[in-house]
Nanobody, 124 residues
Framework: VQLVESGGGLVQAGDSLNLACVNSGRAFVGSTMGWFRQAPGKGREFVAAIKWITGNTYYADSVKGRFTISRDSAANTQYLQMNALKPEDTAVYFC??????????????????WGQGTPVTVSS
């Protein structure tokens, strides 16, 4: 599993961004793919996750209603559509993959593969 993120950038509050994460290795056979973020001076936090087979989704309360996670199985790609961005969304966003099944895959230790991260900066 090799994860490569793209789509980050500098935007203004209220704008949108769509992050993509491609698994450039073999077809994904794990259970879940997700997004985490790390703001300057803070730890990494869960943002969203999607179970690869069922499409069930999970969101952090801070992004619920603004962010949408999706996947394209044929393209081995997951997306994070971020709308109504706020300055507090500023962070490096990491794509991650979990191989084992977890009922609620929202913990960092559930994920074993990580991308390099893509920075998102939201100005006020």
């Amino acid at each position: 599993v090799q994860l490569v993120e793209s789509g980050g950038g500098l935007v203004q509050a209220g704008d949108s961004l769509n992050l993509a994460c491609v698994n450039s290795g073999r077809a994904f056979v794990g259970s879940t793919m997700g997004w985490f973020r790390q703001a300057p001076g803070k730890g990494r936090e869960f943002v969203a996750a999607i179970k690869w087979i069922t499409g069930n989704t999970y969101y952090a309360d801070s992004v619920k209603g603004r962010f949408t996670i999706s996947r394209d199985s044929a393209a081995n790609t997951q997306y994070l559509q971020m709308n109504a961005l706020k300055p507090e969304d500023t962070a490096v966003y990491f794509c991650a993959a979990a191989m084992a099944y977890y009922f609620t895959p929202i913990e960092e230790h559930h994920y074993v593969y990580w991308g390099q991260g893509t920075p998102v900066t939201v100005s006020s």
